[in-house]
RNA sequence: GGGCGCUUAGCUCAGGGGGAGAGCGCUUCCUUGACGCGGAAGAGGUCCGGGGUUCAAAUCCCCGAGCGCCCACCA
């Protein structure tokens, strides 16, 4: 075995040989009960970020461990072709070559994208495995695969059919960067200073007149209204009434109406229906017309009159500008309020009246709440319910269509003749009215509809295959809590409806990746870290261990490389530790499973009963997905009971030749591989290859050991070892340094394997006494009733020893005084449970019991 | 306007009614044949503040402060 571990030669083979042998690939018989994983699919134009890690690292964990535990398991993998995100990144790739999307033409354009994805889809799968993830490769899915396309299809026209999609002309969020509709959840809303514009409208018939107010003045154009609530006494006489608008001189009548707030600036507010949602319900109810102002680009357009051709926010200037040169402004003032970006590309989206398709989402709501609500689909940490209750409840319905080239175009066709709208799977050769002249929309579908569908469309649904079968509904799903609405939501919503069967049993949210000084990771502020380049120098294994160890549940973790670093050193110590065992014990004799000593001696009893242990906890951990408890609880069994003890204790024992603790030297330390596997799964494999070499560790069995029972003592042996190497410390003696010290036992209880220990971890020999030790001036190490005695005589300074002594005996008598006063509170022994009483006497008395032992000592020092 | 989260060691963070923890940093010692990417022994904390419940509160409840996030038709 090589001497030193260098993680990237570790990690560079292991993978090809994983997928080569199928290790991923789970047979759905007799593997095993099913368990499947869904990945949430990552842009296939893009590359592996930080939250990518963690999320698929997290996956990686559960899907491994449950491999090993016997389950068929599946972890399908896949892309998304991410409609908009794709379309700007080629757009933008055609552009620098001189080539225009319009210029080249929407088949052309297609054409393009499915190249790009040609070159560049790979990429991010690439780094998956470089990752060393778990995914079966050979049911890897894209979300315009022909298969999903069908799936798609059927779903629309389905939902069609039942009158839960349909066409309209509404106001929706309008980019006019990318020149599409988009929906409201990818709308972000940012607080922003601006103006809010006081403007007076003068009365058409007569002076006076009202005044409105507005963030967006450019709007007035469109303006067809003005509303004031039908209780506000201040404007009982105007309603009915009309103004003229300023610069536009149309004239527009005063409503009254109840969605308008009173006590918000002087109560009347313009009406634009064209260009904002609580005007347009406001216009409805009224009759008025929207107007609108605003092309495609965002530019005014030719009802703005002379404004026509200025972007929306040179109007804006311009605008207020000529109401304020005819006199109309009343006064400007600062205002905060939200502006909605478009969470794509940035740019400050409008609302826009247009024709759009929409799925009528109320229907679907209740039986996804109910789903959670009844527990049927679990929320861990279980307060992500409340995010997804509250913003189930408060949906309005999902813009899907956008008016994009790239993704799944709407599969409606209109008759030229006579207007017929046609929804259906197929394209239809002719419409019911004879006509052969059908156009099919234009439009392509929101990129979260096909996701939407993943856990199901993605094993082959519609169709009903046998991996359908088998792993629907899923077992997990994983994602951050940024999605829950995009996605999460509308994958119950959908799954309840198509497959009547959840879509999954347990949602894992976890928190967002930060920067180190906790800000969010962005591209723009420069702060991202890139999860190969930190692989690169520490190994994918560092980064998946420092994930799992910060991934508290549900909880934003800045990253840190030195936690990267810290994970890289575990590596190292496992790595030695198997070094270590391989010295003793031949290269291949461990057993792939089992194997533990029937007749035990004491330190590994000891290591045996912790093992035990560890693995109970850890399995509870994992099955509750607290990943970080789980691996800090793994890293200290692993560092600070296995390796800085129970090592070291056997390393006396095999110097006399001691077989049977090299068989549990090998067998802990195998088990410790498997119980990491999931984390680090290529330093284990590597480790397993050399200590095991039997099959993979991939595909080995979870560990099992068998409950026993460690040696009563071994707490007193570890007080009387850490208690002499504290004695050394304390009085500046080197390790080298040779101790008289005496036992003391009057129980019996210090076996003859303490010898070795002594020897071997404090680098004493000790004398067994038949009784303490009188005269000479000794110091003392108590445990219990077992007591070690240290000559004092030509080692040190007795005054030294003193003052140690009278530390702690303060220090005793400190915890010994708050033992004591608890036991001496009757409320406390009579409501306390009667272990708690219990332990505390216990404690009480092995104070006082040392306490005495200590002052006897002090004594004897005088 | 509504909701959620956080505040614990110098730093970054776990924990969650009865012994205050980890990593990194810090101090002292150690060239023992697994590992100095290591070992041993330590120092360091009014668990944000104030009330309450309880025999017992860092932990549960209420109020407050600071920070962060999400949602909302904030003209």
Same mark, same amino acid.
């Given at each position: 075995?090589?001497?030193?571990?260098?993680?990237?030669?570790?990690?560079?083979?292991?993978?090809?040989?994983?997928?080569?042998?199928?290790?991923?690939?789970?047979?759905?018989?007799?593997?095993?009960?099913?368990?499947?994983?869904?990945?949430?699919?990552?842009?296939?134009?893009?590359?592996?970020?930080?939250?990518?890690?963690?999320?698929?690292?997290?996956?990686?964990?559960?899907? !491994?461990?449950?491999?090993?535990?016997?389950?068929?398991?599946?972890?399908?993998?896949?892309?998304?072709?991410?409609?908009?995100?794709?379309?700007?990144?080629?757009?933008?790739?055609?552009?620098?070559?001189?080539?225009?999307?319009?210029?080249?033409?929407?088949?052309?354009?297609?054409?393009?994208? /499915?190249?790009?994805?040609?070159?560049?889809?790979?990429?991010?799968?690439?780094?998956?495995?470089?990752?060393?993830?778990?995914?079966?490769?050979?049911?890897?899915?894209?979300?315009?695969?022909?298969?999903? =396309?069908?799936?798609?299809?059927?779903?629309?026209?389905?939902?069609?059919?039942?009158?839960?999609?349909?066409?309209?002309?509404?106001?929706?969020?309008?980019?006019?960067?990318?020149?599409?509709?988009?929906?409201?959840?990818?709308?972000?809303?940012?607080?922003?200073?601006?103006?809010?514009?006081?403007?007076?409208?003068?009365?058409?018939?007569?002076?006076?007149?009202?005044?409105?107010?507005?963030?967006?003045?450019?709007?007035?154009?469109?303006?067809?209204?003005?509303?004031?609530?039908?209780?506000?006494?201040?404007?009982?006489?105007?309603?009915? !009434?009309?103004?003229?608008?300023?610069?536009?001189?149309?004239?527009?009548?005063?409503?009254?109406?109840?969605?308008?707030?009173?006590?918000?600036?002087?109560?009347?507010?313009?009406?634009?229906?064209?260009?904002?949602?609580?005007?347009?319900?406001?216009?409805?109810?009224?009759?008025?017309?929207?107007?609108?102002?605003?092309?495609?680009?965002?530019?005014?357009?030719?009802?703005?009159?002379?404004?026509?051709?200025?972007?929306?926010?040179?109007?804006?200037?311009?605008?207020?500008?000529?109401?304020?040169?005819?006199?109309?402004?009343?006064?400007?003032?600062?205002?905060?309020?939200?502006?909605? $970006?478009?969470?794509?590309?940035?740019?400050?989206?409008?609302?826009?009246?247009?024709?759009?398709?929409?799925?009528?989402?109320?229907?679907?709501?209740?039986?996804?709440?109910?789903?959670? !609500?009844?527990?049927?689909?679990?929320?861990?940490?279980?307060?992500?319910?409340?995010?997804?209750? $509250?913003?189930?409840?408060?949906?309005?319905?999902?813009?899907?269509?956008?008016?994009?080239? /790239?993704?799944?175009?709407?599969?409606?066709?209109?008759?030229?003749?006579?207007?017929?709208? &046609?929804?259906?799977?197929?394209?239809?050769?002719?419409?019911?009215?004879?006509?052969?002249?059908?156009?099919?929309?234009?439009?392509?579908?929101?990129?979260?509809?096909? =996701?939407?569908?993943?856990?199901?469309?993605?094993?082959?649904?519609?169709?009903?295959?046998?991996?359908?079968?088998?792993?629907?509904?899923?077992?997990?799903?994983?994602?951050?809590?940024?999605? &829950?609405?995009?996605?999460?939501?509308?994958?119950?919503?959908?799954? %309840?409806?198509?497959?009547?069967?959840?879509?999954?049993?347990?949602?894992?949210?976890?928190?967002?990746?930060?920067?180190?000084?906790?800000?969010?990771?962005?591209?723009?502020?420069?702060?991202?870290?890139?999860?190969?380049?930190?692989?690169?120098? $520490?190994?994918?294994?560092?980064?998946?261990?420092?994930?799992?160890?910060? +991934? #508290?549940?549900?909880?934003?973790?800045?990253?840190?490389?030195?936690?990267?670093?810290?994970?890289?050193?575990?590596?190292?110590?496992?790595?030695?530790?198997?070094?270590?065992?391989?010295?003793?014990?031949?290269?291949?004799?461990?057993?792939?499973?089992?194997?533990?000593?029937?007749?035990?001696?004491?330190?590994?009893?000891?290591?045996? =009963?912790? %093992?035990?242990?560890?693995?109970?906890?850890?399995?509870?951990?994992?099955?509750?997905?607290?990943? #970080?408890?789980?691996?800090?609880?793994?890293?200290?069994?692993?560092?600070?009971?296995?390796?800085?003890?129970?090592?070291?204790?056997?390393?006396?024992?095999?110097?006399?030749?001691?077989?049977?603790?090299?068989?549990?030297?090998?067998?802990?330390?195998?088990?410790?591989?498997?119980?990491?596997?999931?984390?680090?799964?290529?330093?284990?494999?590597?480790?397993? #290859?050399?200590?095991?070499?039997?099959?993979?560790?991939?595909?080995?069995?979870?560990?099992?050991?068998?409950?026993?029972?460690?040696?009563?003592?071994?707490?007193?042996?570890?007080?009387?070892?850490?208690?002499?190497?504290?004695?050394?410390?304390? $009085?500046?003696?080197?390790?080298?340094?040779?101790?008289?010290?005496?036992?003391?036992?009057?129980?019996?209880?210090?076996?003859?394997?303490?010898?070795?220990?002594?020897? #071997?971890?404090?680098?004493?020999?000790?004398?067994?006494?038949?009784?303490?030790?009188?005269?000479?001036?000794?110091?003392?190490?108590?445990?219990?009733?077992?007591?070690?005695?240290?000559?004092?005589?030509?080692?040190?300074?007795?005054?030294?020893?003193?003052?140690?002594?009278?530390?702690?005996?303060?220090?005793?008598?400190?915890?010994?005084?708050?033992?004591?006063?608890?036991?001496?509170?009757?409320?406390?022994?009579?409501?306390?449970?009667?272990?708690?009483?219990?332990?505390?006497?216990?404690? +009480?008395?092995?104070?006082?019991?040392?306490?005495?032992?200590?002052?006897?000592?002090? +004594?004897?020092?005088?």
């Amino acid at each position: 075995m090589e001497a030193a571990y260098d993680p990237q030669r570790v990690e560079s083979e292991w993978y090809s040989r994983w997928e080569a042998a199928g290790v991923f690939a789970p047979e759905i018989n007799p593997d095993g009960e099913p368990f499947c994983i869904v990945i949430p699919p990552p842009n296939v134009t893009g590359s592996l970020h930080m939250g990518h890690a963690l999320d698929l690292s997290i996956q990686d964990v559960i899907i !491994r461990r449950k491999r090993m535990q016997g389950y068929a398991a599946l972890w399908l993998p896949g892309t998304d072709h991410a409609g908009i995100a794709t379309q700007i990144v080629v757009e933008r790739e055609l552009a620098e070559e001189g080539v225009d999307r319009e210029e080249l033409g929407r088949e052309q354009f297609i054409e393009q994208v /499915w190249a790009w994805k040609a070159k560049f889809g790979g990429r991010i799968t690439e780094q998956m495995r470089r990752l060393g993830f778990s995914t079966d490769w050979s049911r890897e899915r894209f979300t315009m695969d022909e298969g999903l =396309s069908e799936a798609v299809k059927k779903v629309f026209v389905d939902l069609y059919d039942a009158d839960l999609i349909y066409r309209g002309n509404r106001i929706i969020n309008w980019c006019p960067r990318d020149r599409t509709a988009i929906s409201d959840v990818e709308v972000i809303h940012e607080d922003e200073t601006g103006e809010l514009v006081h403007i007076l409208y003068p009365f058409t018939d007569g002076p006076g007149g009202i005044e409105v107010a507005t963030t967006r003045v450019e709007s007035m154009l469109g303006d067809t209204g003005v509303a004031v609530h039908p209780d506000d006494e201040r404007y009982s006489g105007v309603v009915g !009434r009309s103004v003229t608008l300023p610069l536009v001189g149309r004239e527009v009548p005063i409503v009254a109406d109840d969605a308008v707030d009173s006590d918000f600036g002087t109560g009347a507010v313009k009406v634009t229906p064209g260009h904002d949602l609580l005007d347009f319900e406001i216009g409805q109810r009224h009759g008025l017309e929207a107007i609108l102002i605003l092309d495609e680009g965002g530019a005014i357009n030719e009802n703005g009159g002379s404004f026509a051709g200025l972007d929306r926010m040179d109007a804006r200037t311009a605008v207020k500008a000529a109401l304020q040169a005819e006199g109309a402004v009343v006064r400007v003032e600062e205002h905060l309020y939200s502006v909605g $970006h478009c969470q794509r590309c940035d740019t400050i989206v409008e609302p826009y009246l247009s024709d759009q398709w929409f799925v009528r989402v109320g229907p679907l709501v209740g039986p996804a709440i109910e789903a959670v !609500r009844s527990g049927d689909i679990r929320f861990s940490p279980q307060r992500w319910e409340k995010t997804y209750f $509250h913003w189930m409840e408060n949906l309005r319905d999902w813009t899907i269509s956008r008016q994009i080239w /790239w993704g799944h175009r709407i599969p409606a066709w209109y008759c030229d003749e006579c207007g017929e709208t &046609i929804v259906a799977v197929a394209a239809p050769r002719r419409c019911q009215c004879g006509s052969t002249s059908l156009r099919q929309d234009e439009d392509v579908l929101d990129t979260w509809f096909s =996701s939407g569908l993943f856990p199901f469309s993605a094993l082959g649904w519609p169709e009903d295959t046998d991996d359908y079968r088998a792993f629907y509904p899923n077992s997990v799903l994983v994602t951050g809590y940024d999605i &829950i609405s995009f996605w999460v939501a509308r994958m119950i919503k959908l799954g %309840l409806y198509f497959t009547g069967a959840k879509p999954f049993a347990d949602v894992v949210i976890h928190g967002m990746l930060r920067a180190e000084d906790g800000r969010k990771m962005s591209k723009s502020v420069g702060n991202t870290v890139d999860p190969l380049v930190v692989v690169e120098e $520490h190994g994918a294994d560092a980064l998946r261990l420092a994930l799992m160890q910060a +991934a #508290s549940p549900g909880q934003d973790i800045p990253f840190s490389e030195e936690w990267v670093e810290a994970a890289r050193r575990f590596g190292n110590k496992l790595w030695n530790a198997v070094r270590f065992g391989l010295r003793h014990i031949a290269p291949g004799s461990v057993p792939a499973d089992g194997g533990y000593p029937e007749r035990p001696g004491p330190e590994e009893a000891w290591i045996l =009963s912790r %093992l035990y242990d560890t693995v109970g906890r850890v399995d509870e951990l994992l099955d509750e997905f607290r990943f #970080s408890d789980a691996y800090g609880l793994l890293y200290n069994f692993a560092w600070s009971e296995m390796f800085d003890w129970f090592l070291e204790m056997s390393k006396a024992p095999l110097r006399r030749g001691d077989t049977s603790i090299g068989e549990t030297v090998g067998v802990v330390l195998r088990d410790v591989l498997k119980l990491f596997h999931p984390a680090i799964p290529y330093v284990t494999e590597e480790l397993w #290859s050399e200590l095991v070499g039997d099959g993979y560790i991939a595909s080995t069995s979870w560990p099992r050991p068998p409950k026993t029972d460690g040696p009563a003592d071994f707490e007193s042996l570890r007080t009387l070892i850490v208690g002499i190497r504290r004695f050394r410390a304390e $009085h500046g003696l080197s390790p080298r340094r040779e101790l008289e010290v005496g036992l003391y036992d009057p129980d019996g209880a210090a076996a003859e394997w303490w010898n070795d220990q002594f020897e #071997s971890l404090a680098a004493v020999a000790p004398v067994p006494l038949s009784e303490p030790p009188s005269g000479a001036p000794h110091a003392r190490v108590v445990a219990g009733q077992v007591q070690a005695f240290i000559s004092l005589e030509g080692v040190v300074d007795v005054d030294a020893e003193r003052e140690r002594l009278a530390r702690a005996i303060a220090e005793l008598e400190a915890s010994l005084a708050q033992s004591d006063k608890k036991l001496g509170n009757p409320q406390f022994v009579e409501k306390a449970p009667r272990d708690v009483v219990a332990k505390e006497e216990e404690k +009480a008395d092995a104070s006082r019991a040392r306490l005495e032992k200590l002052e006897a000592q002090l +004594a004897e020092l005088r």
